[in-house]
């Protein structure tokens, strides 16, 4: 008989790895265009750090404070120039977080967050087709990683004319004050349209 934990597909793991202390480099941002009259200082400081990875290989970026980003290595790109928005990094040495902080603590789970994503999209890009089912990989917002199957799942016996099923794997990662780190993981199967058909979802 199957397991509660089997049958909603939900479970979690500890990462073998001390977090109570994470030592990183801390830059002042410093806008010069593009700045949304619209937009928190939070959202202008998590918009230089979205685009200081970008100009970086994807290296993990994340605000620390207002106008202030930290990363876990060393930038060499400063000079921020992408979507009509511009902005330069200075450099202010290392710091350490401590998960103890919980605005430090924070930090330090968006930086995992999005570390996670770059090995998921790493393992998407180098699957090699002949051993295994083609992947793909996205980072919400909300602070989960999720790694879906190209193709439709085969674990569900049920066909469909005008849907498909893919399987799904998400990570969700979360710090402890004491700085262990839990991976929440949840296996489910999406729903979509197959190609060419449109569906109006009638509730």
């Known amino acids: 008989m199957a397991t509660a934990q089997e049958q909603v597909g939900l479970s979690a793991m500890g990462l073998d790895c001390d977090l109570n202390q994470v030592s990183v480099y801390r830059y002042r941002v410093t806008i010069e265009s593009g700045v949304d009259e619209n937009e928190s200082q939070v959202q202008q400081t998590r918009k230089a750090a979205r685009l200081a990875a970008r100009s970086n290989r994807w290296q993990p970026v994340t605000d620390w404070d207002h106008y202030t980003v930290v990363a876990l290595q060393h930038l060499d790109s400063l000079n921020i120039d992408a979507f009509g928005f511009k902005c330069f990094l200075e450099s202010e040495g290392e710091v350490v977080l401590e998960a103890a902080k919980e605005n430090e603590r924070a930090a330090i789970e968006r930086l995992l967050n999005q570390d996670l994503h770059r090995a998921a999209f790493n393992l998407a890009r180098n699957q ?76």
């Open 128 to 203: 090699d087709p002949s051993i295994g089912r083609p992947l793909k990989a996205s980072r919400h917002p909300s602070g989960w990683v999720e790694i879906e199957e190209a193709n439709p799942s085969e674990r569900i016996r049920a066909k469909s004319a005008y849907l498909d099923l893919f399987k799904t794997l998400q990570i969700t990662p979360e710090l402890l004050p004491n700085g262990q780190a839990i991976l929440g993981l949840s296996v489910r199967h999406k729903i979509c349209a197959k190609d060419g058909i449109t569906l109006d979802w009638v509730i």
